[in-house]
């Protein structure tokens, strides 16, 4: 079964400061596409950032990129400049590429407070 | 370019009641997700639609839910009877075709009391 675990219940960071969320998975696939989502209180679910598997250069958008490690199943989300928005419900989640099913397997979240 | 509608934003009912949610996916978008998102953990996936076909229902409990896409655009999901254990967040999810990025409507927060 495909998995995606997101150790840090979790944090938090000062404003201007950067902080690193991990995920790790577990699929027997070899294409997949990865995705953060961030879920700010009480708001909709809006895409970070995206990584396809095929792909070895990080994905970057602004002050989020990702350190997609394939041989490790891991997949952290960095973000530089912590500002105040920042706040939220981070979620990892996985797909797979070619099929019918494009669901996405979610971790159980980390919830991240930037601190003034 | 109008997001993913979907209504009612909360609803409060008591258990054996029924309750039904609406979608309206992004103009153009083939794909059509229902997802369940209890207190504390991610969504899971409850169905999917492409077009007006169900491609996946395998985690949909079919004893209590129903959903269908009419004419391959609106959607309706539908609870009869609910559960105190149906208490949660249905967030219904389109994209263009598979596989793609997944635009997330609000939510529907329902509480089953």
């Known amino acids: 079964a495909q998995t995606v675990t997101q150790s840090q219940p979790e944090m938090s960071v000062q404003e201007a400061e950067t902080v690193t969320l991990s995920c790790t998975y577990d699929?027997?696939?070899?294409?997949?596409?990865l995705f953060w989502y961030k879920q700010p209180p009480s708001r909709q679910m809006i895409l970070v950032i995206r990584?396809?598997?095929?792909?070895?250069q990080n994905a970057t958008e602004n002050r989020f990129s990702v350190n997609f490690q394939k041989a490790a199943k891991s997949f952290s989300l960095k973000i530089s400049d912590s500002q105040l928005g920042d706040t939220a419900m981070y979620f990892c989640?996985?797909?797979?590429?070619?099929?019918?099913?494009?669901?996405?397997?979610f971790g159980k979240g980390t919830k991240l407070s930037v601190k003034p | 370019e109008a997001g993913v509608a979907q209504s009612p934003r909360y609803k409060i009912i008591e258990k054996r009641q029924s309750v039904a949610f609406w979608c309206n996916p992004i103009?153009?978008?083939?794909?059509l997700y229902w997802y369940q998102q209890i207190l504390g953990q991610g969504p899971k996936l409850l169905i999917q639609?492409?077009?007006?076909?169900?491609?996946?229902d395998s985690q949909l409990p079919k004893d209590r839910f129903s959903a269908e896409r009419l004419k391959g655009v609106d959607s309706t999901l539908k609870i009869q009877p609910a559960k105190l254990e149906d208490s949660a967040v249905y967030l219904c999810?389109?994209?263009?075709?598979?596989?793609?990025?997944?635009?997330f409507g609000p939510g529907t927060r329902l509480l089953v009391l």
């Open positions: 999810a389109s994209s263009p075709g598979l596989p793609q990025t997944q635009y």
């Open positions: 699929t027997s696939e070899n294409n997949y596409y």
């Open positions: 990584q396809e598997a095929y792909k070895q």
């Open positions: 989640a996985f797909t797979n590429y070619g099929g019918s099913q494009g669901n996405l397997i």
């Open positions: 103009s153009g978008h083939a794909t």
């Open positions: 639609f492409q077009n007006n076909g169900v491609v996946d």
